[in-house]
């Protein structure tokens, strides 16, 4: 049988780089089966993608030896819109890929650029829609939608295509267990189709009957390819792994009270709407408490919305905040709280990862920033990226260094929307062992999360919204 994606004695090496990020590996997909990809960040999976889907070299540049193989064609010999044809991508950030605004328009996008008639691409919206749970926000602004919500609709664009090969990285990072579920069974649904389909992702425990092998990589080799029960806990701490069995503790958190008397953040008759729109709270009231909360439910209830008016920066429609029972201005809730937001592109401004954490210290007024800049930059594993820009690190170390900057204030108040998306087991721990010291320093941290094993690690008590 034609392998559906190759690579045969693949070296590959980014410009200006000194070593290669991808070093004399070999790896054959055939068509309908599903592979996973996992190891720590940095180590060679982003670059593996890059191969595969061509933009390296045609766009990133740097010297390839080897052949890249998709449906038995060479990479080499042919454009990046041309593979393209046969291997679609979900990046790990859907927006890169999105051409319009709105979720319905996205959708049809490709079927109207290969001239199909108007009843076929409404009849193939709506299908896709539907199999991915997006029926109900179709005309809605995709900039607006939650970041799960933009990556089911990612998957309703690229798993649309006639390929022969998907590609889907960190696929499950932002999505709630019950999005999980159903991305499992869409991925059975395109195995069973004869489509090959390999999937980077640091969250083991979610595609038990679906995935036929799971590979780790390290340094851009391939240390071990088998069946996920065969790893050990030392094999998983040594390169950094999740764990591949998480258990669920959510429902035995307690929830918090809105009217506990030890808030260090409260809210009370709190009412807000997006424009056009019904009301997400109306006359809520929240509390938030010393320790690490977790803000449970399902994508697109709120969880972002509610984290920005804690802020102050979303303007409520009416409410009363106080501060250790102290009332006060929605304005100056960002002096109490710092925030670091899902998506870390948004609070990266900076030309190097240095002059990144200089300019948090400078705007926090920390008269002597040398020693805590390198305290940041040695427990985030960050040191050797001191110089890079920070738009050019892999997504979990630009999560580590927002975070990074965030603490620069010391807050009273942390707030983090997804924290551990995109992060390995290592740096998984890492963030849990940091909250777990805000704790015990008598810290409120409210955490926006969808991750069990962080959840295990570090929640003691949950808001929840409802629906």
């Known amino acids: 049988m034609q392998a559906a994606i190759e690579l045969k004695n693949v070296t590959y090496t980014y410009p200006f780089a000194t070593k290669p990020a991808i070093n004399n590996l070999n790896l054959s997909i055939k068509p309908g089966e599903v592979v996973v990809v996992t190891g720590?960040?940095?180590?060679?999976?982003?670059?593996?993608?890059?191969?595969?889907?061509?933009?390296?070299?045609?766009?990133?540049?740097?010297?390839?030896?080897?052949?890249?193989?998709?449906?038995?064609?060479?990479?080499?010999?042919r454009t990046i819109a041309e593979i393209a044809a046969d291997v679609g991508t979900l990046f790990q950030d859907p927006e890169e890929a999105f051409f319009t605004l709105r979720v319905r328009d996205e959708i049809g996008f490709i079927n109207e650029w290969q001239g199909k008639d108007r009843e076929e691409t409404a009849n193939f919206v709506m299908g896709q829609a539907t199999r991915f749970g997006v029926a109900d926000i179709l005309d809605q602004d995709i900039h607006e939608l939650s970041e799960g919500q933009k990556q089911k609709v990612g998957l309703a664009c690229c798993s649309g295509l006639q390929t022969k090969a998907l590609i889907l990285d960190e696929p499950s990072a932002n999505l709630d267990p019950d999005s999980i579920g159903e991305l499992a069974r869409t991925i059975a649904d395109l195995k069973a189709a004869g489509i090959a389909v390999l999937i980077v992702d640091h969250r083991l425990h979610w595609f038990d009957l679906i995935v036929d092998r799971l590979i780790v990589m390290h340094d851009g080799q391939i240390v071990f390819e088998g069946n996920k029960e065969s790893l050990t806990e030392d094999f998983c701490q040594e390169y950094g792994l999740r764990q591949h069995r998480v258990e669920d503790v959510r429902e035995r958190l307690p929830q918090e009270s809105p009217t506990d008397s030890d808030a260090v953040l409260s809210a009370v008759n709190v009412t807000f709407a997006h424009p056009n729109q019904a009301p997400l709270f109306k006359e809520a009231a929240f509390a938030l408490t010393r320790g690490v909360t977790a803000l449970i439910e399902e994508n697109g209830s709120g969880k972002t919305t509610l984290a920005r008016i804690f802020c102050g920066l979303n303007t409520v429609k009416g409410g009363e905040f106080f501060i250790k029972g102290e009332k006060i201005n929605p304005n100056r809730l960002l002096e109490?709280?710092?925030?670091?937001?899902?998506?870390?592109?948004?609070?990266?401004?900076?030309?190097?990862?240095?002059?990144?954490?200089?300019?948090?210290?400078?705007?926090?007024?920390?008269?002597?920033?040398?020693?805590?800049?390198?305290?940041?930059?040695?427990?985030?594993?960050?040191?050797?990226?001191?110089?890079?820009?920070?738009?050019?690190?892999?997504?979990?170390?630009k999560q580590r260094l927002a975070i990074a900057a965030a603490l620069v204030k010391d807050p009273e108040i942390l707030i983090l929307d997804e924290p551990t998306s995109g992060l390995d087991g290592q740096?998984?721990?890492?963030?849990?062992?940091?909250?777990?010291?805000?704790?015990?320093?008598?810290?409120?941290?409210l955490v926006i999360t969808h991750d069990l094993e962080l959840v295990k690690a570090s929640c003691t008590k949950c808001i929840r919204l409802g629906k």
Request: net charge negative.
């Open 40 to 77: 720590q960040s940095g180590r060679g999976k982003s670059t593996l993608i890059r191969l595969i889907n061509g933009l390296s070299p045609h766009y990133y540049g740097g010297e390839l030896t080897g052949e890249v193989l998709i449906d038995g064609k060479n990479n080499a010999d």
């Open 336 to 397: 109490h709280v710092a925030i670091v937001l899902q998506n870390a592109d948004h609070q990266l401004h900076m030309r190097t990862v240095q002059a990144e954490l200089e300019m948090s210290c400078l705007m926090s007024g920390l008269k002597d920033p040398k020693a805590r800049i390198e305290e940041l930059l040695e427990f985030f594993d960050l040191k050797d990226y001191r110089d890079r820009h920070p738009h050019s690190l892999s997504g979990g170390q």
């Open 427 to 445: 740096n998984m721990q890492r963030i849990a062992t940091l909250l777990n010291q805000l704790a015990d320093q008598g810290k409120a941290v």
